[in-house]
């Protein structure tokens, strides 16, 4: 199976609607071997501390924790990120990982150049493979994404509305 690893911020975009069906967040769990960080791990416990809809999709995928793998890895401390993206792009190259989904838009940039030989890919990139691959219809995959953006605030986000213009054509 192909290995993932995933931030904090991507899951908990996955977990807004993991109690949809379809749920992203099982697709995303079944289709790969996801490995995660103990950082990653502490943001979402973190995240699951607020009583807010971000804090409930955080619980959901704690609540799977017996699906994905908790790896350790030792932290560069000069690298420009939060300690969860560091350690989970370090994971990434270490376990060279084939896939590195992230939803940090304001760091894409840095993780895609940080990474050796993982595919950066979004959530919206995440529902437009499930769409290609027929796990996922494109309207359910729209329906999908119109409840992340709500909850994640990305209604002007780029990427949410390239992935919108393409399950829209289909």
């Known amino acids: 199976m192909t290995t993932a690893i995933a931030d904090a911020s991507a899951l908990v975009s996955l977990g807004v609607v993991a109690q949809s069906e379809p749920d992203p967040l099982s697709l995303f769990l079944t289709s790969y071997d996801v490995l995660l960080p103990p950082e990653i791990l502490a943001e ?16 959901i995928v704690l609540d799977r924790r017996d699906v994905f793998t908790v790896q ?4 560069d401390t000069t690298f420009p990120l939060d ?3 560091n350690a989970a792009v370090t994971l990434a190259n270490e376990s060279d ?9 304001n760091q894409l940039g840095l993780i ?10 979004t959530t919206p990139t995440l529902l437009s493979v499930f769409v290609q691959t027929e796990r ?3 309207g359910d995959a729209l329906a999908l994404l119109d409840d992340i953006s709500e909850v994640r ?3 002007d986000n780029s990427y949410v509305k ?9």
């Open 44 to 59: 979402l416990e973190e995240t699951a501390s607020y009583d807010d809809e971000h804090g409930q999709a955080a619980t």
């Open 72 to 75: 350790e890895v030792d932290l």
């Open 83 to 85: 300690d969860g993206e």
């Open 97 to 105: 990982a084939s896939l590195f989904l992230c939803d940090e838009f």
């Open 112 to 121: 895609h150049a940080s990474l050796v030989n993982s595919r950066l890919v």
């Open 136 to 138: 996922l219809a494109a």
């Open 153 to 155: 605030s990305w209604n």
């Open 162 to 170: 390239r992935a919108r213009s393409l399950f829209e054509q289909c």
